[in-house]
């Protein structure tokens, strides 16, 4: 029976208060609060209790000697590898974006695939209808796919529904529009988003069906509602992508099953979503001539290594405060390298405004990019261009040396496989396949050596 008491619950972080104030006092967010009904008592400390099971619990062995079952495998090559070798039976899969970055396109897609090698999927759709995703499917050249649809937000149907069939795949799109009648709140409330996922959750692994869950992204990069969806579920991925490139990264964060570093890289089409299994081309795709402030980094995700450019413009600033604008890299990051190249190198910024883009759309977030955005910085402020066949990686620590980091032979090796010939790289890395490598100590080195390539010219 609902209890007739209310709390407040942070929209944001999940903290549950007894009265309302315009700011969170755990998460610290602000008009976030939401009154609810109460959420049935989940911890120990919730009063009162019901009646307990009388006996003892069952205790089994750590190796039952039970092989692993096998993992199903969608053949969407980017999809499998970031869900760490397909997807593992009785898991629970929870997949955030941006509204409209092609989550459902994405999932439609993987079901298709799924379900034509003999997997029993049904997708519950709560934001289209049947008809439109079915148009999608059609669009997508998928009509003929034996996916079961249903448009449906109410969970209990939905659950007695996936009790009687028995799915090996289940798309709920999205949590967020899932509602259960057992709670007053309104669906999307911190309060639904976690009964209804907890449910889900708890269905899978009864029943060793796959549970994907699409989630939407807020503002601030959360997915919306509860962090503790994250917690229950075995692996959160998240898709992303600039809404101005083509270019779709699908990326572990947590997975129980498998690394949390691999990515998938998408390109959305007219026909969908494809797969680009040789990211480094695509990223590189419309380098010109060799213009100053451009370098190659050559960059690790996950055990593949990928190439791409980053692009700097240094500029005399119109007034006041020079700008520092940075797009696909840490501005903090930044500032870090513009200091260490002034105070140990000399080079200065004052009054000149920087620009740094990593190009189609690309995060980088690895320390290693250093090396590469310095020799952009300094070819952009010397006006010299960096040769077109050099590719850059290394780490520059506060004191200005430049840091070995991990996997320069797969770093070397794409370069190499792409047509590189030269690599701006840390002292320690050896010269291997087939590039010359300029070994750096420091960061003086690199803009010596930016310097000697601007007197050649
Ligand atoms: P969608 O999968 O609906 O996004 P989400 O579920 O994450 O909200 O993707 C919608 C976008 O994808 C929309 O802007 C149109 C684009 N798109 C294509 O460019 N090509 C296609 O074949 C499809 C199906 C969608
Ligand atoms: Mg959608």
């Known amino acids: 029976m609902a209890r007739a008491e209310t709390a407040f619950v942070c929209q944001s972080c999940g903290a549950v208060h007894l009265k309302w104030s315009g700011r969170c006092g755990d998460c610290g967010a602000w008009n976030t609060l939401v009154e609810e009904a109460a959420a049935p008592p989940l911890g120990a400390n919730a009063a009162p209790r019901r009646k307990t099971r009388a006996g003892r619990m069952a205790l089994s062995e750590l190796s039952d000697g039970t092989p692993e079952p096998p993992r199903r495998v969608s053949g969407l090559a980017e999809f ?55 148009r999608r499917a059609r669009r997508l050249g998928l009509a003929e796919a034996p996916v079961m649809l249903a448009a449906e937000t109410a969970l209990e149907p939905i659950l007695d529904t996936l009790k009687a069939e028995k799915p090996d795949l289940v798309i709920i799109d999205s949590i967020q529009t899932m509602w259960t009648e057992a709670l007053a709140a309104a669906p999307g409330t911190v309060a639904q988003v976690r009964a209804c ?60 099953f498998g690394p949390t570093d691999e990515i998938g890289v998408f390109e959305m089409g007219d026909s969908g979503l494809a797969e ?26 996950g055990t593949r290594p990928v190439l791409c450019e980053v692009q700097a413009l240094v500029a005399p600033a119109a007034f006041g405060t020079p700008r520092r604008a940075v797009v696909g890299w840490d501005s903090g990051r930044l500032a870090m390298v513009l200091a260490v190249l002034e105070a140990r190198c000399g080079l200065g910024f004052g009054g000149r405004d920087v620009y740094l883009n990593v190009a ?35 780490e520059i620590s506060l004191s200005g040396d430049v840091r070995p980091v991990g996997r320069s032979e797969a770093r070397l090796k794409e370069a190499a496989k792409l047509g590189f010939k030269q690599a701006l790289a840390p002292a320690a890395a050896a010269a291997g396949a087939g590039l010359a490598v300029t070994g750096l100590g420091s960061a003086l080195d690199l803009v010596r050596h930016v310097e000697s390539l601007a007197g050649q010219a």
């Open 80 to 134: 499998d590898r970031v869900c760490g070798g397909g997807l593992a039976p009785a898991s629970a899969v929870l997949v955030g974006g941006d509204p409209g970055i092609g989550k459902s396109t994405l999932l439609l897609q993987a079901a298709a695939k799924l379900a034509a090698d003999g997997a029993k999927t049904i997708y519950v759709s709560g934001e289209e209808s049947a008809d439109q995703v079915r």
């Open 197 to 256: 996922a907890q449910d889900l959750v708890r269905f899978a692994k009864k029943s060793g069906t796959v549970v994907i869950l699409v989630g939407h992204v807020t503002k601030d990069g959360q997915i919306a509602g509860p962090r503790v969806v994250e917690h229950m579920v075995d692996a959160v991925l998240y898709f992303e992508g600039e809404r101005g490139h083509q270019f779709r990264i699908l990326r572990a964060v947590k997975n129980r």
């Open 276 to 301: 680009v299994s040789n990211p480094s081309a695509l990223f590189l795709d419309s380098r010109g001539a060799d213009a100053p402030g451009t370098a190659v980094f050559a960059g690790m995700e």
């Open 360 to 394: 189609g759309g690309l995060k980088i977030a690895e320390p290693a990019a250093d090396v590469a955005m310095a020799a952009a910085l300094i070819s952009a402020a010397l006006d010299a261009p960096l040769p077109a066949d050099a590719v850059a990686f290394g």
